[in-house]
C-alpha cells in the first residue's frame, strides 16, 4: 500500500517537474532589436507599416478577405503571439469570439489585456453607430459598444497612426524621432490621397446605397454617401426571402443602384437583387490584402472607390 | 474615467442653454423694428440678424473648440479609456470635422470627435464578469434498453462568469444546473504572466484528456457523448476533477506547434477515479502537435495518459488503480474566403483502459478494454450541418463487453446564438453476457439557445 502511495505521488510529481525541466530554456531570440508587433486585422498592420518602417516586424491575424468576425483561434497564432511586444486589436467586441482564448493562451505577459503591449485601437478612432438605449440581440449580432468598421474612414486611419506612433515611440524612446518623421510623412500622404479621393467620389455624393453588412458607415459618412439598407435582415443573420422583397421594394422606391458586398459574403442574394432592381453588385475589399493588389492602407480607398465610381457610372 | 465623460458633457449642455438664451432675444429684436418700416429697411434688418447670426455661430465654434481641446487634454493625461460615444445613424453627413475642413483629416487625431448624447450607462456595470447562460433543452423518442435517457428534459442550463482577475490572472467558472442539481462544472483561475513561459490553472477544470473530455456539452456537434465516453472515461462529466495544471509550449520543428500540459487533481471523477485517501491523487497528461497544412486546412494530434484510483477501495494490496491511455486525431478544413458558409471537420479518439480490479472469483486482475469514435460535420451553408459518428467501445469494468453504434447529425443554426439539432442513434449495446445484445433505435433532438455575453468559439 505504501509503495503504491509514493508510486502516484511520484508519478504526479515527476509528471509536474519533468514539463518544467524539460521546457525553461533560453529565452527566444528576437530579430535584431525590432519591435514585433501583431495585429488583429490587416488594416491595423498596414497602418503600423506605415509608421513603424523598418523598426518594426508585424503580421495579422486575419487576413484581408476574411470575415474579422470568425476568425479560427488556431494554435499556430499562439506561437507569434507569444513572441509580440505588441498585439494591436479593433475592439469593440470584433474580435471577441476568438481573441481573448489566444490571448490568455499565448502566455506572454506583455499583451494581456491592460498590459503596455495591448493596444485598442478602437480608443483612437471616431465610433459610430453606438447604440443607446436597450441594447437585445433581438437586433442580431450587435456591437454593444459601436461599429468596429471604423477603419475605413482616412481620418480615422490617421488617428489610429497618431495612436501607433505614440505607443512605439514609449516603447522605444530612442527611435521616438523616427516614428514621429514617419508619422508627418504618412500624414501628409493621407491628406493628399484624402482630398484626391473626395474629389473623385464628389459627384456622388448623397447617392443612397444597399450593403450587405453593416461594415460601411464610417467609409459612407466620409464620401457622402447614404447607407439606406442591409441584405443582412439584422446583423449576423442571414437573408431572408422576406427581408429581400421589402429591400427589393425600397430599392426600387428609393431608386437605388448600387449593392455593396463584403468579400467573404455569398452574392447569390445581392445578384437577385441586382437582377430584380438593376442595381449593380460590387464587392467593396473592407480591407488590406482583401485581393493581391490591395498592399497597403492607401490603395485600399483606392480599390474601393475606383470599384464604386464604376458601378455608379454604370448605373446612369 | 466618468469624469472625463460627465465634464464635458456638462459643458457642452452649459454652453447650448447659453446659446439658447442669447439666441432668441437677437432673433426677436429685428422684426420689431422691420415692422415699422418699408422693405429696404426690413431687408437690412435681415441682413444684420443674418450677421449677428454668423457671429453667434462662430462664438459657438470657438468654445466648441476650446472645450474639445479640454477634453483632448483631460484625456490625454488619463490615459486610458477614452469614452467615445457619439450617435450617428449610418450615412448621415458628416458633422462637425468634415464639415469644417471637409478635405484635412482633423489635425488632433488622437481625440475621439464626440460629443456624450445619453448611452454610456453600461460602464457603471464595467467591472462585473461577462456573464452567460446556455439552455441545452433535449427530447429522446424511441427505444432503449440498456441507458434510457427521459422523453423530454432541459438537460442543464450552464452559466458561465469570466472575467479577468488582474493583470496577472482570468477566471472562468461555470456552473450546470441539471435535472437533479448543480455542478461546478468548472471554475478555475488563469496565471497568464508567469516566467518561462508557463500557464497555470487551478481550480476545477475538465481535465486535458483527449478531445472530447475538454468540450462541454454545448460545444460538441452532437446531442450524446460518444459510447467510449461513457463506457471508459466516466461518462458525461469524464475527467473533471479540482487540481492544478500546468502547460507549455515545447519546441517544435518548423511550421509544427507542440504543447505539453500536466495536471494533477485530487482523484474524484465521475466513476472513472474515485480518491479514497488523500494521496490517491490523479495524475494527467498530454501532448498536442498542431499543423496548418495550408490556409484552410489544418491537423491536431494528441496523446495523453491519465491515472488514477478506482472507487474499489484501498484495502486491497497496492490497491486498484485505472491507466487511460488516448490518441486523437483532427481534420479541420475551412476556406477563409467562405468561412461561415463551409466547413468539414473530421475527428477520430481512440481509448485503451486498464482498469484493476477483482475478477467474479476474486482475483486480482486488470481488464484491458478499447473504445473509440470517428466523427464528421459538414458545414452545407450558412444555417445549416450535417454529420455522422461510428462509435465502439468495450466496458472499462468488463472488455467482453462491447457497445457499437452509429449517428446522424443535422443542426440548423437560426442565429450564430441559437441552434436546433436532430440526431438519429443507432446502438448495438451488450447486455450483462457476453454475446448477448440489445438494439437501440432513438431519435434525439436538441434546443440550444446562448444568453449574455458572447463567449469564444471553441477551437
Request: glycine residues 8%.
Amino acid at each position: 500500500m505504501y509503495s503504491s502511495n509514493l508510486r502516484t505521488r511520484a508519478a504526479a510529481l515527476i509528471a509536474a517537474l519533468a514539463l518544467l525541466y524539460a521546457v525553461i530554456g533560453p529565452p527566444p531570440v528576437h530579430a535584431a532589436g525590432k519591435i514585433q508587433v501583431m495585429t488583429a486585422t490587416t488594416d491595423l498592420a498596414a497602418l503600423t507599416r506605415e509608421v513603424g518602417g523598418d523598426k518594426i516586424e508585424v503580421e495579422s491575424i486575419a487576413r484581408g478577405y476574411q470575415d474579422p468576425h470568425f476568425v479560427d483561434a488556431k494554435p499556430s497564432f499562439l506561437l507569434k503571439l507569444k513572441h509580440a511586444d505588441l498585439l494591436i486589436v479593433v475592439g469593440l467586441e470584433l474580435e471577441i469570439g476568438w481573441l481573448p482564448p489566444l490571448i490568455t493562451q499565448s502566455t506572454n505577459p506583455k499583451i494581456q489585456v491592460g498590459a503596455p503591449g495591448y493596444f485598442d485601437a478602437s480608443r483612437f478612432a471616431r465610433i459610430l453607430e453606438i447604440p443607446t438605449g436597450q441594447v437585445t440581440r433581438a437586433e442580431g449580432d450587435v456591437h454593444p459598444l459601436g461599429n468596429p468598421h471604423y477603419w475605413l474612414d482616412p481620418e480615422n486611419g490617421l488617428r489610429i497612426a497618431k495612436g501607433i506612433t505614440d505607443k512605439l515611440s514609449e516603447m522605444r524612446p530612442s527611435e521616438a524621432a523616427y516614428f514621429a518623421q514617419r508619422y508627418a510623412d504618412f500624414e501628409q500622404r493621407i491628406k493628399q490621397a484624402d482630398q484626391r479621393w473626395l474629389a473623385e467620389m464628389k459627384p456622388y455624393a448623397g447617392r443612397k446605397i444597399v450593403t450587405y453588412h453593416r461594415s460601411w458607415p464610417n467609409f459612407a459618412e466620409h464620401f457622402h454617401l447614404y447607407v439606406v439598407g442591409y441584405v443582412e435582415p439584422r446583423p449576423g443573420i442571414p437573408p431572408s426571402p422576406q427581408h429581400t422583397v421589402e429591400l427589393i421594394g425600397q430599392m426600387k422606391r428609393d431608386n437605388i443602384r448600387v449593392i455593396c458586398v463584403e468579400p467573404y459574403f455569398d452574392l447569390k442574394t445581392p445578384n437577385a437583387i441586382g437582377r430584380e432592381t438593376g442595381a449593380q453588385v460590387v464587392v467593396l475589399m473592407p480591407s488590406v490584402g482583401g485581393e493581391k493588389e490591395i498592399t497597403d492602407y492607401f490603395k485600399l480607398f483606392d480599390y474601393d472607390i475606383a470599384k464604386l465610381r464604376q458601378a455608379f457610372d454604370a448605373t446612369h | 474615467m466618468r469624469k472625463v465623460a460627465i465634464l464635458p458633457a456638462v459643458l457642452v449642455g452649459c454652453s447650448v442653454a447659453s446659446a439658447q438664451e442669447t439666441l432668441p432675444k437677437t432673433a426677436s429684436a429685428p422684426p420689431e423694428q422691420a415692422a415699422s418700416s418699408g422693405p429696404e429697411s426690413r431687408m437690412k434688418a435681415l441682413e444684420e440678424q443674418v450677421h449677428t447670426l454668423t457671429k453667434q455661430v462662430a462664438l459657438l465654434r470657438d468654445e466648441l473648440k476650446a472645450l474639445r481641446d479640454a477634453k483632448a487634454q483631460d484625456t490625454a493625461s488619463q490615459g486610458h479609456f477614452l469614452v467615445a460615444s457619439t450617435r450617428a445613424e449610418p450615412g448621415t453627413l458628416p458633422g462637425i470635422l468634415a464639415g469644417v475642413a471637409p478635405n484635412a483629416p482633423e489635425p488632433t487625431p488622437q481625440v475621439a470627435q464626440t460629443q456624450t448624447l445619453g448611452g454610456a450607462t453600461s460602464n457603471a456595470k464595467l467591472l462585473n464578469p461577462d456573464i452567460s447562460l446556455i439552455g441545452d433543452f433535449i427530447g429522446t423518442a424511441g427505444h432503449n434498453d440498456v441507458s434510457p435517457s427521459r422523453s423530454l428534459e432541459l438537460h442543464e442550463s450552464e452559466v458561465g462568469f469570466q472575467a479577468i482577475i488582474d493583470p496577472y490572472a482570468r477566471a472562468d467558472a461555470f456552473f450546470s444546473f441539471g435535472e437533479e442539481g448543480v455542478n461546478v462544472e468548472e471554475a478555475y483561475v488563469t496565471f497568464t504572466s508567469l516566467p518561462a513561459g508557463l500557464l497555470l490553472k487551478v481550480g476545477k477544470m475538465r481535465a486535458d484528456f483527449g478531445k472530447v473530455n475538454t468540450i462541454h456539452n454545448h460545444a460538441l456537434p452532437y446531442i450524446d457523448r460518444p459510447l467510449a465516453t461513457n463506457d471508459l472515461v466516466g461518462g458525461e462529466d469524464g475527467i473533471d476533477d479540482a487540481g492544478l495544471s500546468l502547460a507549455r509550449f515545447l519546441p517544435a520543428p518548423k511550421n509544427w506547434f507542440l504543447e505539453g500540459t500536466a495536471q494533477v487533481f485530487r482523484g474524484d471523477s465521475s466513476t472513472v477515479f474515485a480518491a479514497n485517501r488523500r494521496e490517491d491523487v490523479s495524475v494527467v497528461g498530454h501532448l498536442r502537435g498542431y499543423t496548418d497544412l495550408s490556409d484552410s486546412t489544418n491537423l491536431d494530434l494528441g496523446i495523453s495518459y491519465s491515472r488514477g484510483h478506482s472507487n474499489l477501495g484501498s484495502d486491497f494490496g497496492s490497491g486498484f488503480l485505472t491507466n487511460l491511455y488516448g490518441a486523437d486525431a483532427t481534420l479541420r478544413w475551412k476556406p477563409l474566403r467562405r468561412a461561415i458558409y463551409k466547413s468539414f471537420l473530421f475527428r477520430t479518439e481512440l481509448f485503451w483502459s486498464g482498469r484493476d480490479q477483482l475478477s467474479p472469483l476474486n482475483v486480482f486482475e486488470t481488464q484491458h478494454a478499447f473504445g473509440m469514435y470517428s466523427s464528421a460535420e459538414y458545414r452545407l451553408n450558412r444555417r445549416w450541418t450535417v454529420g455522422g459518428r461510428f462509435d465502439r467501445s468495450g466496458r472499462a469494468t468488463n472488455a467482453n463487453l462491447t457497445d457499437t453504434g452509429f449517428s446522424g447529425m443535422v443542426t440548423y443554426w437560426p442565429s450564430e446564438f441559437s441552434q436546433i439539432r436532430g440526431q438519429y442513434r443507432f446502438g448495438h449495446l451488450a447486455l450483462t453476457k457476453p454475446g448477448d445484445f440489445s438494439n437501440a433505435n432513438e431519435f434525439l433532438f436538441q434546443f440550444l439557445f446562448v444568453m449574455g455575453a458572447h463567449g469564444a468559439h471553441p477551437f
